[in-house]
């Protein structure tokens, strides 16, 4: 059974920092790509960031490119977001999913999906 569980949301204040983890388990992973989505408060879900298994590239959302950063842990077959300088724009549930196609920005194509975790983002 495939599962990918999202943690380390919470509320923090603006310019400060958080860090989401994506723990993936169930299958191998390797030729996956990783992402990163957002939702807002009644908003549509939004590409923030992604990343492969194997390889450097990565892949940002312009509104988060400078301030978040993707990473990976193959060993613990874990995903990193470091959010940075955040700002209450940022506040929204923040969603880990894996899939294999490479238009990384389009949720749509995502195989698998975790439940979320809550970000918000005070002023």
């Known amino acids: 059974q495939v599962q990918l569980v999202e943690s380390g949301g919470g509320l923090v204040q603006a310019g400060g920092s958080l860090r989401l983890s994506c723990a993936a388990s169930?299958?191998?992973?390797?030729?996956?790509?990783m992402g990163w989505f957002r939702q807002p408060p009644g908003k549509e879900r939004e590409f923030v960031a992604a990343i492969r298994w194997s390889g450097p590239l990565t892949y940002y959302a312009n509104s988060v490119k400078d301030r978040f950063t993707i990473s990976r842990d193959n060993a613990k077959d874990t995903v990193y977001l470091q959010m940075n300088s955040l700002k209450p724009e940022d506040t929204a549930v923040y969603y880990c999913a894996a899939g294999l196609n490479p238009v990384v920005q389009n949720y749509d194509l995502y195989d698998y999906w975790g439940q979320g975790t809550q970000v918000t983002v005070s002023s």
């Open positions: 169930g299958r191998t992973f390797s030729t996956y790509i």
